[in-house]
């Protein structure tokens, strides 16, 4: 699956498992956050990464990490 | 009336994978399967060849070399290939298909009709669709050399169904004899009547999304990124924009990525933050927690690397074709791709 | 139309021959030119230089570095009012009576990259031939054009020297329609427009309104609207009219065949044929200006929105959306074509292509026209002539069409397109 902060020009490239990003120049982070915070983040980023994997989607399905 | 027929270091008797990084020759006469398209009634003057990894890394220059004899030579028709589903040499293929039929030579190609080299080739070559291996080429070669034979000729060539190549999709610009502004008009008022007309589609390269990985538990999942995400020092000189390769890098007994060790060349986005923590980029720190938590089976040992930004898309395909058969061979069953 | 009572008179006086001259007048059919007076009407302290040339349909030269064009235009009431803002103050543009001269174009050119700009440096080569293969592809060759070439001066920043050599075009643009001025006997136009916007009427034509798309991204690069670049609008409706009599004037100087001159706006053919459907075929609902080349996916996404958000309150039930150069600018139609139909407003985009195909695409986007490919190379040509470039301006090599300006204009204004052959 892909993760990108740019979901719309992943689903025109024909991506199928898309998770937005957080920003184009940090899309498993974000600084603004304390290191603890941001390590807790890109947690559950990559979990939700692993769940879209592990799910049957549509094509060109993009999900947010809640 | 010149032939002149395009080959890789292979077919071109130069040597195997170890040839690849073969510079541009010139040879008189047929070369390999050239002879088999003399054979079937198409006599090859002059056998240009080129290895597929120094086409791929040195693209600009191996062009100008090659478009150079081409042009000097004047070939009444240029053939390149057929290089069935090698990704590498269909994309050479393709390029030099492009550009020598942009300048008005008469191209035609063969390959796999999946290969990069198709997009690469933009719709000018004709390209003949053939199998992924050479068993296809007794197949593939009198197709190849009476396409040729009429290009050479001059003579007009069918629609794609009628002679069996692969689809062009060409389009040329015309005056139409209206203004934009005008056809606007027509075409919102007849949709907004029920009649939807477009002018131009999107092409239709499209992968249905893969069944999900039953067992994560079990399974290996890689990681690949076009974020530019390098070891510290670019050893191996990952262009900063317009990449013509990808790499890959071990990940054994590496548990996050750190900044002393990694960094991003990426010439398309502001580095700053990623390079403060390249594990904003390649999120390789919570991969491997759940690793050890026994949420995936694995994580792939080896991590995939480019830039993604000014590449053409026949380039990318190449990649993702060439990085998910490795994964593919390493019995890996998902990647995590991350892009900026 | 002309029994409707008219906002904006725009009087149309046809050029058939245009000469060189002692002084600048109007003869009959013939534009007579002082070249030498034309060139200190142009002059400005941050330039170095400033010349005028006549080129003609047909003959074999080049002009390079074009960085617009303008349509010779005057306010015949208050001739210093024309162009509000960036030449003249400011006044509403879109009232009263206007000159313009047909035949004629103002060509500007001038050579950017002399004075080092980071930006100027990248730009590439911008041609209006006047024979050879593009005179069949590009909109510019089939006017007789008054070419202003100018030199900014090393003293000049970057932005003094832009508005020097914006104000040169733009002044020597109405100099040249002044000709159809104070002359004794009045000279007659050939034709007269009497364009007139309604209010909102609740006919039950569709209503159309058409988005504007415009770059406006620094020096060099900018849109300008009554003399104001546009950098941070937030979309807004702009009165057709205003747009057609020199509201807007172009600022950008990169790939002249997809980006909008201030001719594209005077001439603004999509307008015109808005308004000519108006009452007939559709309900012209109004004009709302955007900005391309949003830098954020989120910036682009909140523009896309609120030019949805005015659409719908202006009542459009249908929009023609344009498009403003190549690359990322696409990806703000596409959103934009996207927010508008879901929220139920049924769009047609405007945009050219490349040789990959569509930049940018949503599956909203049913229904584009193509204003051709911007990558098709066209067959060598050799001018005998090159104005406004010290080196050969590539003669005999293959030129992009994307280097041609207007080739692939995407507000609909040439007729360009392309088809699968």
Redesign the interface.
């Known amino acids: 699956?892909?993760?990108?902060?740019?979901p719309?020009?992943?689903?025109?490239?024909?991506a199928?498992?898309i998770l937005k990003?957080v920003s184009?120049?940090?899309?498993?982070?974000d600084?603004s956050l304390a290191v603890g915070d941001?390590?807790a983040l890109?947690?559950r980023?990559?979990?939700r990464?692993?769940e879209m994997?592990?799910?049957?989607?549509?094509?060109g399905?993009v999900w947010e990490t809640p | 009336m010149t032939v002149v027929h395009y080959l890789n270091q292979f077919f071109a008797g130069l040597g195997g994978e170890e040839a690849a990084g073969s510079e541009p020759i010139r040879i008189d006469g047929p070369v390999g399967p050239g002879r088999a398209l003399a054979a079937a009634g198409l006599a090859v003057d002059v056998t240009i060849a080129c290895g597929d990894d120094r086409f791929g890394e040195h693209e600009q220059e191996s062009l100008e070399t090659l478009l150079g004899w081409i042009e000097e030579l004047d070939p009444a028709v240029l053939v390149l290939g057929p290089a069935f589903g090698s990704g590498r040499y269909g994309y050479a293929c393709g390029v030099i298909a492009r550009e020598a039929g942009r300048r008005g030579v008469p191209v035609v190609t063969a390959m796999t009709p999946d290969s990069p080299g198709v997009i690469a080739a933009e719709g000018v070559a004709y390209v003949v669709p053939t199998g992924s291996n050479v068993a296809s080429m007794k197949d593939a070669v009198p197709r190849v050399a009476a396409l040729a034979k009429r290009l050479a000729a001059a003579e007009p060539i069918g629609s794609a169904e009628e002679e069996g190549y692969v689809p062009r999709h060409r389009r040329e610009n015309v005056r139409s004899g209206r203004t934009g502004a005008a056809r606007a008009i027509d075409l919102l008022l007849a949709k907004l009547d029920g009649d939807v007309r477009t002018e131009v589609e999107p092409s239709a390269d499209r992968v249905l999304p893969p069944p999900p990985v039953p067992d994560l538990a079990t399974a290996t999942i890689a990681l690949v990124t076009e974020a530019g995400c390098v070891p510290q020092g670019n050893p191996d000189h990952l262009p900063t924009r317009h990449a013509n390769v990808w790499l890959r890098y071990p990940l054994d007994g590496v548990g996050s990525m750190s900044p002393d060790a990694y960094v991003t060349v990426h010439a398309g986005f502001d580095t700053t933050f990623a390079n403060q923590d390249p594990n904003r980029l390649v999120p390789l720190d919570a991969v491997r927690e759940l690793e050890r938590e026994g949420r995936i089976g694995a994580l792939h040992d080896t991590f995939y690397t480019t830039t993604g930004v000014d590449t053409p898309v026949a380039t990318a395909v190449k990649f993702g074709q060439e990085i998910a058969a490795e994964l593919k061979s390493a019995d890996v069953s998902a990647v995590i791709l991350t892009g900026t | 139309m002309s029994s409707a009572p008219a906002d904006l008179e725009i009087a149309r006086f046809a050029v058939g021959e245009v000469v060189g001259g002692t002084q600048t007048g109007r003869d009959a059919g013939t534009l007579h030119l002082s070249l030498p007076e034309l060139a200190v009407s142009a002059a400005e302290p941050a330039l170095a230089e400033a010349t005028v040339d006549i080129v003609r349909p047909g003959e074999p030269v080049r002009i390079a570095n074009v960085i617009d064009a303008v349509v010779p235009a005057v306010k015949a009431d208050d001739p210093g009012a024309t162009f509000p803002g960036a030449l003249g103050p400011l006044a509403p543009a879109g009232r009263g009576r206007t000159n313009v001269l047909d035949g004629v174009r103002v060509i500007v050119s001038c050579d950017w990259s002399v004075t080092g700009n980071a930006e100027a440096v990248e730009f590439p080569p911008s041609f209006v031939d006047m024979a050879g293969p593009s005179v069949e592809r590009a909109p510019y060759a089939s006017t007789t054009n008054v070419v202003v070439t100018c030199r900014p001066s090393p003293d000049a920043t970057i932005v003094e020297a832009d508005r020097a050599v914006r104000r040169a075009g733009l002044t020597v643009a109405r100099e040249l329609a002044a000709t159809t001025i104070g002359a004794k006997p009045e000279i007659e136009p050939d034709d007269i427009e009497r364009l007139h916007v309604g209010p909102s009427s609740a006919s039950d034509l569709p209503a159309v309104c058409t988005v504007l798309q415009v770059a406006s991204e620094g020096p060099l690069v900018d849109t300008f609207l009554y003399g104001a670049p546009l950098g941070g609008l937030v979309p807004t409706l702009l009165d057709p009219l205003e747009v057609l009599d020199g509201a807007l004037v172009n600022g950008t100087y990169d790939w002249p065949s997809v980006r909008n001159a201030t001719a594209t706006y005077q001439e603004g053919r999509l307008i015109r044929e808005l308004l000519a459907a108006d009452g007939k075929r559709l309900h012209f609902a109004g004009l709302i200006v955007a900005l391309g080349y949003l830098d954020t996916a989120d910036d682009k996404q909140r523009s896309a929105l609120q030019t949805a958000r005015l659409a719908r309150l202006i009542g459009a039930e249908a929009a023609i959306c344009t498009t403003f150069s190549s690359g990322n600018s696409h990806t703000d139609t596409m959103l934009t074509v996207r927010a508008l139909e879901r929220t139920g407003i049924r769009t047609c985009a405007i945009l050219a292509e490349t040789n990959g195909g569509l930049t940018d695409h949503v599956t909203e986007a049913d229904c584009i026209v193509s204003t051709g490919n911007e990558d098709e190379l066209l067959e060598p040509w050799t001018p005998e002539r090159v104005i406004g470039a010290g080196d050969d301006a590539m003669a005999g090599e293959r030129v992009p069409l994307s280097s041609y300006l207007g080739a692939n204009d995407e507000t609909g204004a040439f007729d360009l397109t392309a088809v699968t052959a």
């Open positions: 699956m892909f993760i990108t902060a740019l719309t020009i992943a689903q025109m490239v024909g199928n498992r990003g184009i120049t940090y899309p498993a982070g600084p941001e390590h890109r947690r980023i990559t979990e990464a692993l994997l592990s799910t049957d989607v549509g094509p399905t």
